[in-house]
């Protein structure tokens, strides 16, 4: 009889253990060349790994002023971003993202980026984006393995099912510049992160010739 009434008790224990909800674990955050966490609202430029020039800046293409796009630029420390995620007091990896110049340019436009299409599996890294929208959610994703500091890479892979995942890489449009774009045979492009000056994390003129 006490065998009996222990199987029921044993069984609602159980019950109780695998109905409880799990927590998440928090995303990682991205850190900066230094080690810090990237903290939303502060600027930081995006730099290749080899070097700290050819930043991210916003450039005209193919021949139209506006929206402008995302590009490299080889001779020039580039523009620094901003990122933030609802809900984070960091900027973690694997999470949609906000990304955003903040500057003042000579379009009408937000600097938020987003994903506009340009041919068929391709589309250019631009600027004029809206957060709300999925075409602008961004990720950072940490590059695996071990390394002597932490390598980076951005991907445009929204939280949605079904939708485009892929990475951010460049592409040398036909007259040389450099496009941050996504599509067939477009790799990751690696970089790393700096905080910049209080000077320019302030709102910069900026603006094309």
């Given at each position: 009889?006490k065998?009996s009434?222990?199987v ?8 109780a253990?695998?109905?409880?909800p ?14 810090e966490?990237?903290?939303p609202?502060?600027?930081y ?6 070097a700290?020039?050819?930043g991210?800046s916003l ?23 901003t ?6 007091d960091?900027i973690p990896t ?8 903040p500057?003042s340019?000579?379009?009408v436009q937000s ?12 589309w250019?890294v631009s600027?004029?984006?809206n957060?709300?929208?999925?075409t602008?959610?961004?990720?950072i ?10 390598i ?13 995942c892929a990475?951010v890489?460049t ?8 496009v ?13 992160f ?8 302030k ?7």
């Amino acid at each position: 009889m006490k065998f009996s009434m222990a199987v029921p008790l044993c069984l609602s224990l159980l019950l109780a253990l695998n109905t409880h909800p799990l927590l998440a674990a928090e995303p990682e955050a991205v850190v900066d060349k230094q080690g810090e966490p990237l903290r939303p609202g502060v600027g930081y430029y995006v730099f290749p790994l080899w070097a700290d020039e050819g930043g991210l800046s916003l450039g005209p293409t193919r021949n139209k002023t506006c929206p402008l796009d995302v590009i490299r630029d080889p001779s020039f420390i580039g523009l620094p971003l901003t990122f933030s995620a609802p809900g984070f007091d960091y900027i973690p990896t694997l999470t949609d993202l906000k990304v955003d110049f903040p500057v003042s340019t000579i379009c009408v436009q937000s600097n938020v980026w987003r994903l506009r299409k340009e041919g068929a599996g391709f589309w250019f890294v631009s600027a004029d984006g809206n957060p709300n929208d999925i075409t602008s959610k961004f990720k950072i994703e940490r590059l695996e393995g071990e390394h002597a500091y932490e390598i980076y890479s951005f991907k445009f892979c929204p939280s949605v099912p079904g939708t485009l995942c892929a990475p951010v890489g460049t592409f040398v449009d036909t007259d040389g510049t450099k496009v941050m774009a996504v599509g067939d045979n477009i790799e990751p492009y690696y970089v790393r992160f700096q905080k910049a000056s209080v000077n320019h994390e302030k709102n910069q003129a900026f603006s094309i010739v």
